[in-house]
Structure formats: structure tokens, C-alpha cells
């Protein structure tokens, strides 16, 4: 198993079209933080179980992120899942991983998932907006009047998105070429903009 | 634990960070020099992108004077 990087960031979130504002969001905030997001979207095949592979990239960071926003049909086990899987990490290693829980509406997760209460998720209300605010609530920020600065390099990082995906003619964002390409975009913005060093 | 420090826990607490920098964001990702090429082209077409359409909001609002 990796070593955890402690600035490294497993990401669990709905991969389907209206997400897509507030995937780029989730990323670019991160990267604006000085953090590493990882997802999925990086795990290839290689004939060992992408299970497995999933467990590992999860494993090689040091907190996880996990929405679960989406609870319409068709139903999805796959964010659930996973959160399960980060909260027995956790539980083996409580001090070594942390995992944050997102969602859209407030108190929904104690019928749908009724095992994590006393926890308070994050809330979102489905909004760029309220993603921003969501991370600034979680984590500490040295950057001067970081939620306007975060706002506004986030709608730019949205913007370039939008043309990389009309570029590829993409029909998703959600694909690993696209990731590697946004995460480069978010942190040229970042750094650009003085958020992270060089 | 106290019962407040516990509850402080559950509450997701603030969450202090090491920062990374950009190369490290970078190589954690194996992102090529062309990728970041492309990148870079994209940030700065979404800038004037984002520009014009400022422009062209403002055109679209009457001003004051003419508001009245």
C-alpha cells in the first residue's frame, strides 16, 4: 500500500451531466487550497480488480470526499459504497484519514443513510455557490478574501471547462483525458492568481 | 475525549492544510508539458471569453439616465 500523501484528496462524487458545474468547482477549489484531487477517473484496468485499484488510490490519500447528492433513479450504490469503504479506513486508523461527507439538502442523509448520523454533512443546495462556501467551512485558508478570489477563478476555471469539453467534443467531462486537463487549467489558475506556489 | 471535544469531532472540524505547490499538483498527476501547454491556451481564451461576455452584459443594461 502507498504511503499517504497528506495533501492528496480521493474524490466520490456523481459522475453525470448536471454535476458537472460543481465537479469543476469541487476540483478547482481544492487545487485553489493547495490540495490533489483525485478520483476514479484515474484507475485504469489492469486485470487486478478495479476494486481494488479504487481501495489503493483511496488508500495512497489522506482524507476523501464523498457527495451524496444524488439519491434519485436509477439508483447508485457506487458513492455509498465507497463512502463505506473510507469509513472503515477510518475507523482502522482514525488520526491517519479524514472523510468528508457532502450533500444537497439538509437532514436527508439521516433517512438515507441512518448509519452516519451525529455527523454533519456539508450542504451544498446543488450550487457552485454553496460548494465554495461548503469547502471554506472545512477547511482553514490563509488567502485574503478567499471567497470572492475562489468565486471568481472558480467561474473561470467553469469557462475554460466548457471550452475544453466543445474542443474535444466531449459528450462528458468525466473522462480521464479531460480530468488531466482541467486539473492542469486549475492549477495555472491557482497559480496564476496567487493561491499556490510554482 | 471530552464530551465537547468529541461532538467539536463530529462536527467536522476545520481542517488545517499542507499545502502543495503547482509542480507537485502536477507531477502527482503526470501531467505532460503539453498538457499544461494546453491548459494555459485554454485559460487564456476562457479569459476573454469571460471578458466579452462582461461587455456585452453591460451593453445590454440601460444606464441610469436612460433608465429614467
Given at each position: 500500500v502507498a504511503v499517504p500523501d497528506e495533501k492528496a484528496v480521493f474524490l466520490n462524487v456523481p459522475f453525470d451531466p448536471s454535476y458537472e458545474p460543481l465537479f469543476v468547482t469541487l476540483v478547482g477549489v481544492l487545487v485553489f487550497l493547495g490540495q490533489d484531487p483525485h478520483c476514479v477517473l484515474e484507475v485504469r484496468e489492469k486485470g487486478d480488480g478495479r476494486l481494488i485499484r479504487i481501495v489503493e488510490l483511496m488508500r495512497s490519500c489522506r482524507m476523501s470526499i464523498h457527495d451524496?447528492?444524488?439519491?434519485?433513479?436509477?439508483?447508485?450504490?457506487n458513492m455509498p459504497y465507497e463512502l463505506g469503504l473510507a469509513s472503515a479506513h477510518k475507523i482502522a486508523d482514525p488520526g491517519a484519514y479524514e472523510v468528508l461527507v457532502l450533500e444537497s439538502r439538509p437532514y436527508r442523509i439521516d433517512k438515507t443513510l441512518s448509519d452516519y448520523k451525529g455527523r454533519d454533512p456539508l450542504i451544498h443546495h446543488g450550487t457552485c455557490e454553496g460548494m465554495l462556501a461548503c469547502l471554506l467551512d472545512a477547511y482553514v485558508t490563509g488567502v485574503p478574501d478567499a471567497a470572492k478570489e475562489f468565486r471568481s477563478a472558480a467561474r473561470l476555471l467553469r469557462r475554460s471547462a466548457a471550452l475544453l469539453k466543445r474542443e474535444m467534443k466531449?459528450?462528458?467531462?468525466?473522462?480521464p483525458a479531460l480530468f488531466r486537463l482541467l486539473l492542469s487549467s486549475a492549477t495555472g489558475i491557482g497559480n496564476m492568481r496567487g493561491f499556490i506556489q510554482r | 475525549m471530552t464530551k465537547a471535544a468529541a461532538k467539536a469531532s463530529r462536527k467536522n472540524a476545520k481542517i488545517r492544510l499542507t499545502k502543495a505547490t503547482a509542480s507537485e499538483i502536477l507531477a502527482a498527476h503526470k501531467i505532460t508539458p503539453a498538457e499544461i501547454r494546453h491548459a494555459k491556451r485554454l485559460i487564456e481564451e476562457a479569459e476573454r471569453s469571460l471578458r466579452r461576455s462582461s461587455r456585452s452584459t453591460k451593453r445590454a443594461l440601460p444606464s441610469r439616465a436612460t433608465a429614467k
Open positions: 451524496l447528492s444524488r439519491t434519485g433513479t436509477p439508483v447508485r450504490f466531449a459528450t462528458s467531462l468525466f473522462r | -
